[in-house]
Nanobody
């Protein structure tokens, strides 16, 4: 099993920035990618960004391209999400995930006020 713990959520004004972090523990040798999803009230959980350890490739949802940046350290099994130019529609619970969402963190709330 892999355990994921997020940190860094909070309240920010529109246009501001936040940085989320996630640390994995347990069977970390089995991790081949890590990323972030989010779920806004009344909406389905959606993909935000992902980084794959092999080659360091990254993927982003269209809604966050150019504003969010994902980075990670496969030796430490950590992944960060730098969120800039935040919008009220970015308000959601953000979840860290590993291995194409096989493993999930408990989530951290991000609230962007207008």
């Amino acid at each position: 099993q892999v355990q994921l713990v997020e940190s860094g959520g909070g309240l920010v004004q529109a246009g501001g920035s936040l940085r989320l972090s996630c640390a994995a523990s347990g069977r970390t040798f089995s991790i081949y990618n890590m990323g972030w999803f989010r779920q806004a009230p009344g909406k389905e959980r959606e993909f935000v960004a992902r980084i794959t350890w092999s080659g360091g490739t990254t993927d982003y949802a269209d809604s966050v391209k150019g504003r969010f940046s994902i980075s990670g350290d496969n030796r430490k099994n950590t992944v960060d999400l730098q969120m800039n130019s935040l919008k009220p529609e970015d308000t959601a619970v953000y979840y860290c995930a590993a291995n194409v969402a096989r493993y999930w963190g408990q989530g951290t709330q991000v609230t962007v006020s207008s």
